[in-house]
């Protein structure tokens, strides 16, 4: 894998824009590519971000030789078809969170990577942020004694528009799978693992998906993790971690935090405010890019495995408040 690390991008949505704003700022990488589904929005994406390559399939972008990784930026449903086509084709990928609709679709995805030996990556992209990496540290150290309780939340209020992507089935709309899986996915980073228990109740809407999903895991130790997300409701964006020795908050909203606060019982609270740009996928970026020049086949921060038991954990709130998507049978 060279040092400079050519990037195209399967979509040309709001999140491929934003990541494409960020590889602008990620000094051995560039966006070399764009793939779409048609030769005009392939043109227009390419235009306002001066992409030399643009396809007007899939399957071009996949077979690009010019491009070394690709970013998977279509809606939830497609992740799992648009990464087999980039990874059959022998191309590194990171692909959007959630990193799949169901498990079973996860590993599909996995094993494929495997068995050919191509780099595969959830774009978690709030794993990788400087104040996540520093709670990871202050656990990792035990700042904060065993670790026995959790609360995060993640919400925010859009219009009703059942044929948008946030509220169509169809599209695999709702809360848990679109912001959800970030406080689910931070739970696990905390724990170390998943819940041995899995409770939740939702506000299906209209369209029937889930508008808003709070959840409580139980751990084996009998640690617990209180979790809410809503897209027809604006929460704090809030987190809160205690141990048995003090705790560690991250400010409001956390996935865009500048600072991050430890209290160790007895002593001065400690606030650190690491460096941080502030289009955080700049972060994740960088990550999938060492792990290519370094000749990984997957991220040891976000290893395949914990992406894997995180949609199954997934799939387990999705049975508790029976939320089903049509193309899933």
Known sequence: MPEFIRWGILGTGRIAHKFAEALTVVPDAELSAVGS?????????????????????????AEDPEIDA???????????????????????????????????EAETMVQCARQRGVFLME??????????????????????GEVRNMMADFGFRTEFNPEGRLLNPELGGGALLDIGVYV??????????????????????????????????????????ALTCAVRTSTPGAVSIHGTQGNIRIPT??????????NVDGEEPVTIEPDRVENGFKYEIEEAGRCLREGLLESPALPLDETLAIMRTLDAVRDEIGLKYPMEG
């Open 184 to 225: 689910v996915s931070l739970a696990s980073m905390v724990y170390g693992k998943q819940p041995d228990r899995v409770a939740a109740l939702a506000d299906m809407g209209a369209t029937g998906v889930d508008e808003q999903t709070t959840m409580a895991f139980r751990y084996d130790t009998g640690a617990m993790a």
């Open 37 to 61: 589904r048609a030769q005009g929005t392939a043109g227009a994406f390419g235009d306002e971000f001066a992409v030399p390559r643009r396809h007007a399939t899939y399957q071009s972008l």
């Open 123 to 144: 774009a978690m992209w709030t794993r990788f942020l400087p104040t996540i990496a520093q709670v990871r540290e202050w656990l990792g150290d035990g700042a904060i």
């Open 70 to 104: 690709i970013y998977v930026s279509t809606p939830h449903p497609m992740h799992c078809r648009d990464t087999l086509l980039c990874l059959n084709a022998g191309k590194p990928v990171l692909c959007e969170k959630p990193f799949a609709l169901n498990a079973r």
């Open 253 to 262: 909203p956390f996935y865009d935090a500048y600072a991050v606060i430890l």
